[in-house]
T-cell receptor, first 115, second 115 residues
């Protein structure tokens, strides 16, 4: 069964500083990988996804993520955070060849931005 | 293009009651997935519907059931509500199932409180 680990429950970053959120997955082959963001009381918004090809993927709002097969990781990065980036971030794994019928999520990382 | 919508936004029920949550999929999408997100947790997959048939199910008891209609909208029904059913229920829609790189797009969720 697939699983996702987000080791950092809560991260605090100064506005304008760089950001990296960690995600490690467990899956028997190359999974589909996603990052979603959730503002308080809201649904999930897709930031970016990796299915195949270039291991560095660009997303919305200036985010990018890099798939590293050897480390089973898919870390999310942003060179300069804005106060509006404060939210909960979820990494998720989907299963190719199963119609992507099930996403398995990590427990999330809460991002706080300080002035 | 209309995104995924869910109703109602909030709901309060008592133990033992039954509840129905509704979801309208994004235009052009034929697949609906439901997730339960408990407070402070990542979403947990409940089940998915494709062409009005259940296409995968997570580790939830049979009192969680669903329907998909010809217009691809969907309902989640929960019988005999328990206190632990209190959560944010998220609906996600996608196009196609049974293979392929489909991405799930989420609605804003329904907050269910069981007293």
């Amino acid at each position: 069964a697939q699983s996702v680990t987000q080791p950092d429950i809560h991260i605090t970053v100064s506005e304008g500083a760089s950001l990296e959120l960690r995600c490690n997955y467990s899956y028997g082959a190359t999974p589909y990988l996603f990052w979603y963001v959730q503002s308080p009381g809201q649904g999930l918004q897709l930031l970016l996804k990796y299915f195949s090809g270039d291991t560095l993927v660009q997303g919305i709002k200036g985010f990018e993520a890099e798939f590293k097969r050897s480390q089973s990781s898919f870390n999310l990065r942003k060179p300069s955070v804005h106060w509006s980036d404060a939210a909960e971030y979820f990494c998720a794994v989907g299963r190719p060849n199963f119609g992507n019928e099930k996403l398995t999520f990590g427990t999330g990382t809460r991002l706080t931005i300080i002035p | 293009e209309t995104g995924v919508t869910q109703s109602p936004t909030h709901l309060i029920k008592t133990r033992g009651q039954q509840v129905t949550l509704r979801c309208s999929s994004q235009s052009g999408h034929n697949t609906v997935s439901w997730y339960q997100q408990a407070l402070g947790q990542g979403p947990q997959f409940i089940f998915q519907y494709y062409r009005e048939e259940e296409n995968g199910r997570g580790n939830f008891p049979p009192r969680f059931s669903g329907l998909q209609f010809p217009n691809y909208s969907s309902e989640l029904n929960v019988n005999a509500l328990e206190l632990d059913d209190s959560a944010l229920y998220l609906c996600a829609s996608s196009s196609s199932a049974g293979g392929g790189a489909d991405t799930q797009y989420f609605g804003p969720g329904t907050r269910l409180t069981v007293l």
